[in-house]
């Protein structure tokens, strides 16, 4: 079965070699914060150090995690990455590497999930990893959610469950779902790793020890069920507002299929408003957008499960600002990623809707009566 070893939960690095050395990691702010002097202590050494202590940590346990596999009968196939995987290009619409070596599903321009590591058992059950440093993990959560909803979808034969690697002392694990396994091993240090990056006479490093197993495959080969990331998302978008009576298919919404779809996405897209709608429900300044300017009204779900409207207006192709409301009812206005694939969400949606999917402040409150009503049924 799945019990963390002892070599595991004590960090022992004897049986690696020198592989984590053999790694390239993003070194190139906190280094420059090293030779400027600045102190260890400074909020922005210590965020730099904490990414790279992350990454540091992350191909650790991967490595570890290699070895454990291989040893134990119950895991009957790993996913290779890094340079224990054959260079290859990246697949769209399926697992595949990135450019970075990393386990990614990708559409053909996005990446949707990024994986620490990922195994098949002799339960049929498929685990992704994730590994992490952070004390407090409760905003994981919300990554997990994303991750089991995505690989339920394209592998419907497995039973998907997670793996969560933690340091001693981390909080929050409590509050995970069932099909979360939690290990915890002893507090992890980069230091090692960050001399030999650092020492200008470097040591002369033993070669890349690689598994070599019948267990050890690469990603792409792995058999998914087709899934299309934008055309599922406008199917879902043109059926939620496709029921002759209602302005919203609540029915639909609230199937369990549907909600896998919703834990995935986060969001769906329903209609928009006009700016002049928006300047009453969001107080935005009208006069600074076009009169045609749309604002992209979707439902998005929170950790709570409460499903909740927010609001998009997009003024350039990678320009892109979300409206939403906070716990204390007051309007946070926040520019999205110009590189994240909600930006190209809401280019793709606005494309597909024509005038009937325009929104009125009524509907607007009728919508969120709906959402709200049901969300207290099913506390």
């Not at 054959?86 to 996005?110: F, G, P």
Request: proline share 2%.
């Amino acid at each position: 079965m799945l019990e963390i070893s002892e070599s595991i939960r004590n960090l022992d690095k004897e049986d690696i070699a020198d592989n984590l050395l053999h790694y390239d990691y993003n070194t190139r702010h906190l280094i420059s914060l090293m030779e400027q002097g600045v102190d260890e202590d400074d909020p922005s050494y210590l965020s730099s150090y904490r990414s790279f202590e992350g990454e540091v940590f992350e191909n650790f346990i991967y490595e570890k995690l290699l070895r454990y596999a291989e040893e134990n009968d119950y895991i009957t196939k790993f996913v290779l990455k890094g340079f224990h995987q054959n260079k290859c290009k990246a697949y769209a619409n399926t697992l595949s590497i990135s450019e970075k070596e990393q386990i990614v599903y990708r559409t053909k321009s996005r990446e949707i999930s990024e994986f620490d590591a990922m195994f098949i058992t002799k339960g049929n059950e498929l685990y992704f990893v994730e590994m992490t440093l952070v004390k407090n993990v409760l905003k994981l959560r919300k990554r997990l959610r994303k991750k089991k909803a995505l690989l339920e979808i394209v592998f419907p034969n497995y039973d998907i469950k997670s793996l969560i690697i933690l340091n001693k002392g981390a909080t929050g694990y409590k509050q995970f779902p069932s099909y979360c396994k939690v290990w915890f091993t002893k507090e992890f240090s980069a230091k090692e790793v960050l001399d030999y990056i650092t020492d200008l006479k470097k040591q002369k490093l033993q070669p890349k020890e690689k598994i070599q197993s019948s267990k050890m495959i690469e990603a792409h080969t792995l058999k998914l069920h087709p899934f299309r990331y934008y055309n599922t998302m406008s199917w879902i978008t043109k059926t939620l507002r496709s029921h002759k009576k209602h302005i919203l298919d609540m029915g639909f919404l609230y199937n369990p299929k549907i909600q896998r779809y919703h834990d995935l996405y986060n969001k769906f897209y329903i209609g928009f408003i006009s700016v002049e709608s928006a300047k009453e429900i969001l107080g935005i300044e009208s006069q600074k957008y076009k009169d045609d300017q749309r604002v992209v009204v979707a439902i998005e779900k929170k950790h709570s499960d409460e499903i909740v409207l927010t609001y998009y207006i997009q003024t350039a192709r990678k320009n892109l600002y979300l409206y939403s409301f906070n716990d204390e009812g007051k309007v946070v206005k926040e520019k999205k990623d110009p590189y994240g694939i909600t930006v190209t969400e809401v280019f793709h949606v606005n494309k597909m809707m024509d005038d009937g999917y325009k929104l009125s402040i009524a509907n607007i409150n009728t919508i969120k009566k709906l959402l709200h009503e049901k969300f207290i049924q099913k506390k």
